[in-house]
């Protein structure tokens, strides 16, 4: 009985520093403040209708990396084009999102959206224009209307968001095509869901 009260003890104490550790990391990450704010008074973020989006003389090193993920780059995207950017890994391409999403800002040249630098605008309100899809995309277990939801929490109340974003993204027939439409859940956790492609 004393070995079994000792070895509880000792796994006791050993889950209470294992716990202390993780509560100082948690709290040590809630207290980071973020390096991108807003600016005291940002402009609007203006409608893309003819210059878009520009990258000019941009070069960016991630911090801790030993060279650029982007060096002396320029790119023009004119307003209402779709443009690929195809590359092998470690060419930039998502640290052209992050650029464009202002993640991060570059140190050296400038990113800008209708002409105005990503700078002068409210990161927040830049991030309501865009929408990023990356290689990996997540799906959540769960309906297709609330995978769309998720995107747009403040607007989750609305059911007609829902289905103005499937058909605008143009995804309606693949709502159409499912069983239960928006009701559909995606994956197969549950009965009754529907793999997407």
Same mark, same amino acid.
């Given at each position: 009985?004393? &070995?079994?009260?000792?070895?509880?003890?000792? &796994?006791?104490?050993?889950?209470? *520093?294992?716990?202390?550790?993780?509560?100082?990391?948690?709290?040590? @990450?809630?207290?980071?403040? #973020?390096?991108?704010?807003? $600016? !005291?008074?940002?402009? #609007? =973020?203006?409608?893309? &209708?003819?210059?878009?989006?520009?990258?000019?003389? =941009?070069?960016?090193? @991630? #911090?801790?990396?030993?060279?650029?993920?982007?060096?002396?780059?320029?790119?023009?995207? $004119?307003?209402?084009?779709?443009?690929?950017?195809?590359?092998?890994?470690? !060419?930039?391409?998502?640290?052209?999102?992050?650029?464009?999403?202002?993640? @991060?800002?570059? #140190?050296?040249?400038? =990113?800008?959206?209708?002409?105005? %630098?990503?700078?002068?605008?409210?990161?927040?309100?830049?991030?309501?224009?865009?929408?990023?899809? =990356?290689? *990996?995309?997540?799906? *959540?277990?769960?309906?297709?209307?609330?995978?769309?939801?998720?995107?747009?929490?403040?607007?989750?109340?609305? %059911?007609?968001?829902?289905?103005?974003?499937?058909?605008?993204?143009?995804?309606?027939?693949?709502?159409?095509?499912? %069983?239960?439409?928006?009701?559909?859940?995606?994956?197969?956790?549950?009965?009754?869901?529907?793999?997407?492609?």
């Amino acid at each position: 009985q004393s &070995q079994s009260t000792a070895r509880a003890a000792l &796994q006791n104490a050993g889950r209470i *520093h294992q716990n202390s550790l993780f509560l100082g990391n948690l709290f040590e @990450y809630l207290s980071i403040r #973020p390096a991108l704010t807003a $600016p !005291a008074n940002p402009a #609007p =973020v203006p409608a893309l &209708q003819r210059e878009g989006l520009a990258l000019d003389h =941009v070069s960016f090193r @991630y #911090p801790g990396a030993s060279s650029d993920a982007l060096r002396d780059f320029s790119l023009r995207i $004119p307003a209402g084009r779709v443009v690929a950017v195809v590359g092998p890994n470690g !060419a930039g391409k998502s640290t052209l999102g992050r650029l464009l999403c202002r993640l @991060y800002d570059p #140190p050296s040249g400038v =990113v800008t959206w209708e002409g105005v %630098p990503l700078t002068q605008l409210d990161p927040a309100a830049l991030r309501e224009q865009i929408s990023v899809m =990356v290689q *990996h995309p997540m799906r *959540h277990q769960d309906t297709l209307r609330e995978n769309i939801r998720i995107g747009r929490v403040a607007r989750a109340a609305d %059911p007609a968001a829902v289905t103005r974003a499937l058909n605008d993204s143009g995804a309606g027939d693949v709502r159409d095509s499912l %069983p239960t439409a928006e009701d559909t859940l995606l994956g197969k956790w549950f009965e009754g869901g529907s793999e997407l492609s």
